[in-house]
């Protein structure tokens, strides 16, 4: 898959059967306009209400924050990115919109990286929880505004994705929002292709495979991925079979010969 780089959104004051094998090229939509593939961005969604905490605003991390991007542009790009590669345009006929209502980006002092959940009121109302430690340990500085960005993204991914009513391995779940976020071109330097362990390991583990399937099985193949997660249950043997012909344990071992392949080309 070719797509167009995700902008980054720095402050004003900074300047289901299965499909033959195929490739294919998908613009993300909100990208900037002159770099890319030449394809139209879709039609943007009506997005959900967007809101940002802060909670601390002594701690140095949210200037950090507000220095690196611009929270009302960075928010909604990444929202549009989600929606975008998951379900296509507001009118794809193949593609049902989940019934996300607000999502608020709350930055505080925790420890880890960020984690999504849904708020007191309703789970239609999405809180993502960004970790202000984790933001002034971001290093070099200038990584800021594209690890923020992906994270966000990443963490956007969960108000918005299909999860089978709570069938679907949490690595599979991580795996679609890193795939997101590296189809964003906002992959950090430390991500690599490997074929070590289980196909659902996870984030970029897992990302790199749905980014083989992707291009084996042609653009959209992870957008039915996840409307068939909207209507029914995770059953591993069925739920690959049906979604693109063959199971899960057989598409991993194809990977890995084809990274095998790779690495062996590499050396001669």
Not at 101 to 123: E, H, Q
Not at 219 to 224: A, K
Request: charged content about 25%.
């Amino acid at each position: 898959m070719t797509v167009t780089p995700a902008a980054i959104s720095r402050p004003a004051h900074q300047t289901s059967a299965p499909v033959r094998d195929s490739s294919s090229s998908t613009t993300v939509a909100g990208a900037d306009a002159d770099s890319g593939a030449g394809k139209k961005p879709s039609p943007d969604f009506v997005l959900p209400k967007l809101r940002l905490e802060i909670r601390d605003l002594a701690h140095p991390a949210a200037k950090h924050f507000l220095d690196a991007v611009n929270p009302a542009d960075c928010l909604a790009r990444a929202a549009q990115n989600v929606l975008t590669l998951l379900y296509s345009s507001p009118s794809c006929p193949t593609t049902t919109l989940p019934p996300t209502r607000s999502i608020t980006l709350i930055l505080r002092d925790m420890p880890g990286v960020a984690y999504t959940t849904g708020s007191d009121l309703d789970s239609d109302h999405k809180e993502v929880h960004f970790s202000l430690g984790y933001i002034a340990r971001i290093s070099p500085p200038e990584r800021r505004p594209e690890e923020v960005t992906g994270v966000i993204t990443h963490e956007f991914v969960h108000c918005f994705q299909r999860n089978g009513f709570g069938t679907c391995p949490g690595g599979l779940i991580e795996g679609v929002a890193d795939w997101v976020r590296l189809n964003c071109r906002l992959n950090p330097p430390h991500w690599k292709r490997n074929a070590d362990g289980k196909w659902d390991g996870g984030y970029q583990h897992t990302a790199y495979f749905l980014e083989y399937l992707e291009q084996r099985f042609g653009e959209g193949t992870i957008r039915r991925l996840n409307e068939k997660l909207r209507i029914q249950r995770y059953e591993e043997k069925a739920f690959w079979t049906e979604l693109v012909g063959r199971p899960v344990e057989q598409l991993w071992d194809d990977y890995a010969k084809k990274l095998k392949g790779e690495v062996e080309d590499e050396k001669l």
